[in-house]
């Protein structure tokens, strides 16, 4: 797919489908992630795919939301700051490198026919103790992931280009 179109396509999908998604299509959006640039090449990140069904009801209990409970998966994005790159003025890029490799997820589900919903507002302590993650790992990303319920993208809202960009020594 072209790639301004693949960007198009991909929106936050808030209703799926009970359809379980195949491990192959996973495996593919795992790789996209794995092949997702990071500072220093460090990939300071761990994915936690959740599909049990248990620990789906527990998730749940830190982004209370009906939609979020119809996901068959969710991945759980974890960033290692101990293994993150530190710019000189000590400025951590983990959650940067985090974002790029999630961004790689969402797109490459969208190639796929797959929907996923970016979530940051949920109780990353209560996640921590659910998954039982080490201490040195934090949860930045909450992922639901499975086939969208509508078949049709909805329109997005965006800013014109002028309002984002600004050009310095423009040459015409």
Not at 3 to 14: A, E, P
Not at 82 to 91: C, I
Not at 127 to 154: D, F, R, S
């Amino acid at each position: 797919m072209e790639f301004l179109k693949l960007v198009s396509k991909r929106y936050s999908v808030r209703s799926f489908q009970s359809t379980p998604v195949e491990k192959e299509k996973l495996e593919k959006v795992l790789e996209a992630a794995r092949l997702a640039p990071s500072a220093v090449n460090y990939q300071p990140w761990h994915l936690y795919v959740v599909t049990q069904k248990e620990l789906l009801q527990k998730l749940q209990e830190a982004y209370p939301r009906n939609w979020f409970a119809q996901a068959p998966v969710v991945i759980i994005a974890c960033g290692d700051h101990s293994q993150s790159w530190k710019r000189s003025d000590g400025k951590d890029y983990c959650d940067v490198d985090l974002a790029i490799a999630v961004d790689h997820i969402t797109l490459a589900a969208a190639d796929l026919g797959l929907g996923t919903c970016w979530i940051g507002a949920f109780d990353a302590k209560l996640v921590h103790e659910v998954l039982e993650l080490p201490e040195h790992m934090e949860p930045l990303v909450m992922l639901p992931i499975g086939y969208p319920q509508a078949a049709e993208t909805p329109k997005k809202k965006r800013k014109e280009l002028e309002q984002l960009v600004t050009w310095i020594n423009q040459q015409e």
